[in-house]
DNA sequence: TGACAATATTACGTATACATATTATATGTA
DNA sequence: TACATATAATATGTATACGTAATATTGTCA
């Protein structure tokens, strides 16, 4: 169990990566005009856009009125408890709203703003920039496979959290 | 620029990931009672660690005495501001301590303690099982390709954040 | 030496995420 | 129907990280 070097430990690597694209990518937005979508915005944000319109792409939690707050979360990888401050700087920022589920008024839906519809493509573009950019001097290979580990660790990290 | 599935953006798979190890760990540090070693430490622990006992490790950083607060906030890709938090935070749990710099007296100098080299060994032992863990059904090919691939984001996420 | 620039650290406010407790509502069962 | 339980969302406090400003110390140059 030597002490190896922080740049071999996954752990390391996954959490310093995390920072360094948050930074790069909130510098970006900023820039282009777009400091009302935060980086934390884009994961669920990127779950409202496949709802965009059709209402089918979310499978059994897409409807008309919206996404459920906490089917949202469960989307996303995010808790209840940090949802509802997550939606509140979304609302205050113009791209969400909350509506009540007349058929349980337990629950908050999430709906997109047409502000949040209108600038899914100028997101869409910074992220795509962005990550022509990070894998500028990565064989496709590479990235494909780098991509598909990190799927399988996903996935097996949350199967791991439950034991 | 279609609106991919979350799954396959980059950026997405990367916080998430993040996200869940974090949160793995953490649970891991408790079960095994080490709640007093927080996830966040062990982005700078790994450094401290290098430099135990024999001060080279560290190159120009290594001395005697420690290493400075800033140029271990550098190693860990940590902004000055986001170190004093965390080394505070240590400092409680017992794990390094500040020293004054005699000849500069600007400088603080961050030295682990008794309690923060004697944790290594267990610290290592679980990041170790959880990173086992996680690549379980991976093959090892694939799983070297993914971290050499995001050692080199870091680079260039790094080198990208200057423009 | 005195003024000014550079460096090191901290202070303060904000963003992001979690755990736990609480409130409101819904559901199942006696 | 009444009560226990489950579910949805929020409130509160903490951990983590950043940006900007403030403070203290050191270095440099006229």
């Known amino acids: 169990m ?22 790069l990518l909130k510098k970006r937005l900023v820039e282009s005009g777009c400091d009302f979508v935060k980086p934390a915005y884009i994961g669920v944000l990127l779950w409202l ?4 319109g059709m209402g089918t792409m979310l499978g059994k939690f897409g409807k008309d009125e919206g996404i459920k707050l906490n089917d949202l979360g469960k989307l996303a990888g995010l808790e ?10 979304m609302e205050k920022d113009g791209l969400a709203v909350r509506a009540n589920d007349p058929k349980d008024r337990r629950v908050t839906n999430i709906q997109l703003t047409q502000k949040g ?7 869409l573009e910074i992220m795509d920039t962005v ?3 990070i894998f500028a001097t990565i064989p496709k290979k590479q990235e494909d496979i780098a991509l598909d580990v990190l799927k399988k660790i996903l ?8 034991f």
């Open 131 to 133: 990550t022509k950019e």
């Open 155 to 162: 996935i097996s990290a949350s199967n791991l959290e439950k």
């Open 117 to 123: 519809i209108n600038v899914r493509k100028h997101i």
């Open 80 to 89: 209840p408890s940090s949802m509802t401050g997550l939606i509140d700087r």
């Open 2 to 23: 030597e002490s190896q070097h922080p740049n071999d430990c996954l752990y390391y690597l996954v959490t310093r990566v995390s920072l360094s694209l948050t930074s």
């Open 49 to 52: 856009w496949m709802d965009d």
